[in-house]
């Protein structure tokens, strides 16, 4: 695995030669060997088709490209950090959120109406995350953001998972989310949280959240 938590607000980059990091731009903290950082605009691996979905999106946040031999500490505005090791299936994020990942993922974008109809657009107005969301394919390593740090909660077939929308970070596995209302007499009189909107998460992987209602 090429990243490597070293505490909650940091991550330790393994860079060998022929291998490509990823990595939000200005999120270098420190390295030691020879390596190399140039901007990227495209984004890591998925073509074109995928650049300019995530341009004319809003999703997209400016990456550099991290070669060489050596080793790079990455973190970013103080935020918590979770390394999430993929093994060949599909991880779902804000692009925001990502500080870090390995070249030999695919990264492309997917329309989160495709998920949930209209309400997976009504979710991405209400939420104030895009309609886009990124993803990231294959076997490596990624590093997300988060405020006060992540947790990991399994989603199961016969045990769906309701998330706040605004602690949701990211999800990963056969997983369906639809946005849903959760009204009830308090929100009614006036003594509700304000949480009158719910993600339901269904179907069998692992959702991420923070323990924070804050975005970055």
Do not use: C
Request: no cysteine; charged share 15%; proline share 3%.
């Amino acid at each position: 695995m090429a990243l490597r938590e070293v505490n909650s607000k940091m991550v330790e980059a393994t860079v060998v030669p022929g291998q490509r990091l990823y990595s939000q731009r200005g999120a270098m903290l420190a390295y030691k060997g020879e390596v190399s950082f140039t901007p990227n605009i495209q984004g890591g691996q998925g073509g074109l088709m995928s650049m300019i979905g995530r341009r004319v999106s809003g999703e997209a946040t400016p990456l550099m490209t991290v070669e060489g031999d050596g080793t790079v500490f990455f973190g970013h505005g103080g935020h918590h950090v979770q390394v999430i090791t993929l093994t060949g299936d599909t991880l779902y994020v804000e692009a925001d959120r990502l500080l870090a990942f390995e070249g030999t993922l695919q990264q492309g974008t997917m329309f989160m109406g495709s998920q949930g109809g209209v309400m997976g657009m009504v979710r991405g107005q209400v939420t104030g995350q895009g309609l886009f969301t990124t993803t990231l394919a294959g076997r490596g390593s990624v590093a997300v953001m988060a405020h006060g740090g992540v947790f990991e909660i399994p989603v199961t077939p016969r045990r769906p998972v309701h998330v706040d929308p605004q602690a949701y970070v990211a999800h990963h596995g056969d997983i369906r989310n639809k946005l849903s209302a959760a009204l009830g007499w308090r929100e009614m009189v006036g003594r509700g949280s304000g949480e009158a909107f719910q993600l339901e998460l269904s179907g069998n992987g692992t959702v991420y959240v923070q323990a924070s209602e804050e975005k970055l």
